[in-house]
Nanobody, 132 residues
Framework: QAQFVQSGGGLVQPGGSLRLSCVAS????????IGWFRQAPGKAPEGISS????????FYMNSVKGRFTVSLDKAQNTVYLQMDNLKPEDTGVYSC?????????????????????????WGQGTLVNVSS
């Protein structure tokens, strides 16, 4: 069964950093496009990033560009979201997701983040709380 196990969330002060991990099992993560999504309390989900399986290129939402970085460790079958210079507005539940079709991930990120659970595999979500 294909699944993700997420970890790495927690409480961090503004300006701090966190790294989220999604360990994949039951499928080869390198063959899948990857997306990261988040949902702040009381708000609609947002698509943070989409990463192509073919060339590893990542696209980010404007508000996290230059602060968030997606990386893939193929040997560990794990994808990471490195988050630096965190802001209170980054608070939310973060989820990773994967699909063999990059188009599906990209579309979810840009147009319908709430539909990320329609992608082939998604993580259970982890809470990131940016607060002083």
């Amino acid at each position: 069964q294909a699944q993700f196990v997420q970890s790495g969330g927690g409480l961090v002060q503004p300006g701090g950093s966190l790294r989220l991990s999604c360990v994949a099992s039951g499928f080869n993560l390198g063959d899948y496009a990857i997306g990261w999504f988040r949902q702040a309390p009381g708000k609609a989900p947002e698509g943070i990033s989409s990463t192509s399986a073919s060339d590893g290129m990542s696209f980010y939402m404007n508000s996290v560009k230059g602060r968030f970085t997606v990386s893939l460790d193929k040997a560990q079958n794990t994808v990471y979201l490195q988050m630096d210079n965190l802001k209170p507005e980054d608070t939310g539940v973060y989820s990773c997701a994967a699909d063999r079709a990059f188009h599906n991930v990209r579309t979810a990120m840009r147009h319908d983040p709430a539909a990320f659970k329609q992608l082939e595999v998604w993580g259970q979500g982890t809470l990131v709380n940016v607060s002083s």
